[in-house]
């Protein structure tokens, strides 16, 4: 059974900083990226591109509007993956989910077979 499960949201000010973490079970190593997604408030569906993403070889990639200040890294087995904010907007409050993809390289939604249940980050201004 795959399980994905964040944790490390929280409530912080404007340009402050937040660790997130997501344990990945049950998939086998390099079978799939891994990836970010954020879910704004009233928006009743989540981006349809991961914010962050990151393949078995390391390989990341970064949405516009976080590159710069969010950084997607791995541990060695693959099957932690954490997310660093910094210089957190109001703009990036949001519901934030990690998810796992088997169609290797991708980072759209559509292509994450796995998902967590997800983590709230408010930024107040």
């Known amino acids: 059974q795959v399980q994905l499960a964040e944790r490390g949201g929280g409530s912080v000010q404007s340009g402050g900083s937040l660790k997130l973490s997501c344990v990945v079970s049950?998939?086998?190593?390099?079978?799939?990226?891994l990836g970010w997604f954020r879910q704004l408030p009233g928006v009743v569906e989540r981006e349809l591109g991961a914010?962050?993403?990151?393949?078995?070889?390391?390989?990341?990639t970064y949405a516009d509007s976080v590159k710069g200040r969010f950084t997607i890294s791995q541990n060695n087995a693959h099957n932690r993956v954490y997310l660093a904010l910094n210089s957190l907007k109001p703009e990036d409050t949001a519901m934030y989910y990690c998810?796992?993809?088997?169609?290797?390289?991708?980072?759209?939604?559509?292509?994450?077979?796995?998902w967590g249940q997800g983590t709230q980050v408010t930024v107040s201004s």
């Open positions: 914010i962050a993403g990151i393949d078995s070889d390391g390989t990341t």
């Open positions: 049950g998939l086998p190593f390099g079978d799939y990226c």
């Open positions: 998810a796992a993809s088997t169609v290797l390289d991708s980072r759209r939604a559509v292509d994450f077979n796995y």
